[in-house]
């Protein structure tokens, strides 16, 4: 039973990961519709960082999915006596 507050914590970064890249998301998303960029700069490089900001938030939400699977599995095979 001291594997238990690791999958919780497990469970909780994965929450808080996906949540963090869809707020980035939406800021980005946002920013895109009231044409918000870094003053002086070009519309190539705004359009750049809106790409990675769009690849960042994907990849954290991706990143969350993966860890609260792990944490998922982890507990089903404690549940079941560790068989499978």
Do not use: D
Request: some cysteine; glycine content about 16%.
């Amino acid at each position: 039973m001291a594997c238990w507050p690791y999958i919780y914590g497990m469970r909780r970064i994965g929450q808080c990961l996906m949540v963090l890249g869809a707020g980035v998301g939406v800021i980005v998303g946002l920013a895109m519709l009231a044409h918000i960029g870094v003053a002086r700069a070009p519309w190539l490089v705004n359009v750049a960082l809106a790409k990675l900001g769009l690849v960042a938030s994907g990849g954290l939400m991706a990143g969350g999915a993966a860890t609260v699977r792990l944490a998922q599995r982890r507990e089903r095979s404690k549940l079941l006596g560790g068989q499978r």
